[in-house]
């Protein structure tokens, strides 16, 4: 089975950079991927990481380290609209290769 | 493009009623499947399916059916509601390769579904 676990609340200020950390326990592991969900809206997909390492898109950027089990999502210049929550999922293999998600991250950001 | 669609957004059903949340795709993906999301608790897969004619069970399956007649569509039936089954239901769909496993997933826009 999959554990993924994530904070459940931070709070940034404008500007600013923080970073939401995800660690995972899984029986099997083909990829994690993170989601952005604005309140009341669907999850849409920010990135995905298969290998060690750093993958940058913009403003966004997540980490991944398979043998410590951990990932983290870096959000650079913070701006109002990123104030949502940040779904970490891992994908299993066989059955499906399903994707398991964390509780999410609800991110406020502050003027 | 249409993406994935849902409906209805909003339903409010008495216990014991059943009813079924319409999902369809427009990408021609292989793979679909339903969640249900709960405070605190995430997303919680409820049933999937990798293709037409082909369905599993995700980590929630009791009191949800589903069936895959064609690529496009993915009806979740609720056989008979109950109170813990309020919850939003998101559909989602992605390509699905066996060994390509860098498929996003797309979803709806999800339903609000509370049983009384």
């Known amino acids: 089975g999959q554990n993924i676990d994530q904070p459940t609340e931070m709070t940034a200020t404008e500007g600013a950079i923080v970073q939401i950390n995800c660690t995972y326990q899984?029986?099997?592991?083909?990829?994690l991927f993170w989601y952005q969900q604005h309140a009341g809206e669907a999850p849409t997909f920010l990135s995905y990481n298969v290998l060690d390492g750093l993958e940058e898109k913009g403003r966004f950027s997540s980490f991944l380290s398979r043998s410590k089990g951990y990932s983290y999502l870096l959000l650079k210049e913070l701006q109002m609209k990123d104030s949502a929550s940040y779904l970490c999922a891992v994908r299993g293999i066989g059955a499906g290769n399903m994707l398991t998600f964390g509780g999410g991250t609800r991110l406020m950001v502050k003027p | 493009n249409a993406g994935v669609t849902q409906t209805p957004k909003f339903q409010v059903l008495k216990t014991g009623q059943s009813m079924t949340l319409q999902c369809a795709q427009d990408?021609?993906?292989?793979?679909m499947s339903w969640y249900r999301q709960d405070p605190g608790m995430g997303l919680r897969l409820i049933h999937y399916?990798?293709?037409?004619?082909?369905?599993d069970q995700g980590e929630v399956p009791n009191g949800y059916n589903v069936s895959r007649s064609t690529t496009e569509d993915f009806p979740l039936r609720l056989l008979s509601a109950a109170p813990s089954q309020t919850s939003v239901y998101f559909c989602a769909s992605s390509r699905w390769f066996i060994g390509q496993p860098n498929t996003e997933a797309f979803f709806g826009q999800g339903t609000r579904l509370t049983v009384v």
């Open positions: 990408m021609n993906h292989e793979y």
């Open positions: 399916s990798v293709g037409a004619g082909i369905t």
């Open positions: 899984t029986s099997g592991f083909n990829g």
